[in-house]
């Protein structure tokens, strides 16, 4: 089952990032991998392509999914995650206070 979605507010639980939080970006279902906003920023070198400049950029590299947890809203706090089932769909709520992660 898959935990994390696109836009999920997520906090980094290991690695260099660890404790960063952010808005997951993409997912990568083959890989288990995310990217977040603003963590594992890697240096790029760009070359130079049709009137843009060559130079050094920076962009987020995906982390295991397993490296993150999402962050309930409602506590303001990373947390573990719940399935409930509303009208036959499974939703994902906060272990700790219910609240829907769903948009
Ligand atoms: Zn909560």
Redesign the pocket.
């Known amino acids: 089952m898959r935990r994390c979605k696109k836009g999920d507010i997520v906090k980094v639980i290991c690695g260099k990032d660890k404790g960063k939080e952010g808005k997951i970006l993409s997912v990568d279902l083959k890989q288990n991998k995310v990217t977040v906003e603003n963590v594992n920023m890697v240096t790029k070198h760009k070359k130079k392509d049709k009137g843009a400049d060559a130079g050094i950029i920076k962009v987020q590299a995906p982390i295991q999914e397993s490296n993150v947890i999402l962050v309930?809203?409602?506590?303001n706090?990373g947390?573990k995650i719940s399935y409930k089932l509303i009208k036959d769909k499974k939703i994902r709520v906060?272990?700790?206070?219910?609240?829907s992660f769903e948009k």
């Not at 309930?72 to 506590?75: A, D, E, H």
């Not at 906060?94 to 609240?99: I, V």
């Open positions: 309930c809203p409602k506590c706090a947390t906060c272990k700790r206070c219910n609240e």
